[in-house]
């Protein structure tokens, strides 16, 4: 399993995201659904992301933030191992996309890529950084 953070200015940019990159199809109905293995979670149900304030007066990250989570399953159909490449990028087809398809970039201290108006990066990134913050982080419901 993987899990990834993405952003976006807006809620739209994050559905053509998904949809173009094969994260949603369309079923036999024509709604867009997630493909197989892959579930994502607005964060904080809202898709805003505290990065200041105070409970009473929290300061938000503009645009929305998605979390992303990839069971193994999500690459089932692809050849998934990578000889070439360690860690994540090693086993994930999807990840390794990001990788080599994306703009390396940071937001504030934390690594990320960006792909077609989409910023991604590493849940545990995140997590530390809020954590370092004493700010709460988001649960995958």
Do not use: C
Not at 8 to 31: I, N, P, Y
Not at 84 to 104: C, L, Q, W
């Amino acid at each position: 399993m993987i899990d990834l953070i993405l952003h976006a200015d807006t809620k739209a940019t994050l559905a053509t995201f998904a949809r173009a990159r094969g994260l949603q199809v369309q079923s036999a109905e024509g709604e867009w659904v997630n493909r197989r293995g892959v579930e994502w979670d607005w964060w904080a149900g809202s898709g805003k992301f505290r990065t200041g304030g105070t409970d009473e007066a929290p300061v938000f990250y503009p645009g929305f933030v998605i979390i992303l989570r990839l069971w193994d399953e999500a690459g089932a159909e692809d050849e998934a191992i990578d000889e070439t490449e360690e860690g994540v990028f090693r086993r994930s087809v999807i990840a390794r996309y990001i990788k080599r398809n994306g703009t390396p970039t940071t937001v504030g201290t934390i690594p990320a890529y960006v792909i077609d108006g989409v910023t991604i990066m590493r849940r545990s990134d995140v997590d530390d950084w809020l954590a370092g913050r004493g700010l709460p982080t988001h649960v995958f419901l």
